[in-house]
């Protein structure tokens, strides 16, 4: 008689912040983020993607962009393939004044409930030739993802020639609500519940 239906579902809830980056000549940038999740993940709450203020290296300073922007994401799924991911794209302003990539990054949500400050390492695409690098300097248009989701795709990553430059610190708080039901546990072996409810 008493018979209670279990959830349907897990959730996810991510909030935090993109704090600040350290790129190597770069004094003036902002951010572009995304949230990638598999087919089978439900967005409930939040904005799947965004763009920062700008932000400039004060005179003096360490080289420090800083940002403090909010993240805040809600995500059901009952399959844990596809867990979310955060790409971000920098984009500076070169000596002309024109806006261009200064790294791409991508990171998984961790994946048990917890704060978690997190450096993000950036990339950028480097061009496929000497004469597609001599173009790209002299027209201005160094070389750039045409899909803005290419970093969280694991087909054809092998073959892109990159070049690292930078990072970007993340802090994300994360909970999660469910997920023992479905028979998930966190990295440490301790049941999802007992995570949750500390």
Request: proline share 5%.
């Amino acid at each position: 008689m008493g018979d209670t239906i279990g959830p349907s579902s897990f959730t996810i809830l991510a909030t935090g912040q993109i704090e600040c980056a350290q790129i190597p000549s770069c004094t003036n940038a902002y951010l572009k983020f995304q949230f990638v999740a598999g087919e089978d993940w439900q967005l409930l709450d939040g904005l799947e993607e965004g763009i920062t203020q700008a932000a400039r290296v004060p005179e003096g300073r360490d080289g420090v962009l800083v940002w403090n922007f909010p993240i805040d994401i809600t995500y059901k799924t009952t399959n844990a393939f596809g867990w979310p991911q955060l790409v971000v794209a920098v984009y500076g302003l070169d000596i002309f004044g024109r806006d261009v990539i200064k790294g791409y990054g991508c990171m998984h949500l961790p994946m048990s409930a917890g704060r978690y400050n997190l450096t993000l390492r950036l990339f950028r695409p480097r061009s496929a030739s000497a004469l597609q690098s001599f173009t790209s300097w002299l027209t201005g248009m160094p070389a750039e993802f045409s899909d803005p989701k290419f970093p969280s795709y694991g087909e054809g990553r092998e073959v892109t020639r990159v070049q690292s430059g930078g990072h970007v610190k993340v802090q994300i708080n994360l909970l999660t609500k469910d997920m023992d039901v479905f028979g998930y546990v966190d990295g440490s072996g301790r049941d999802m519940a007992t995570v949750t409810q500390m």
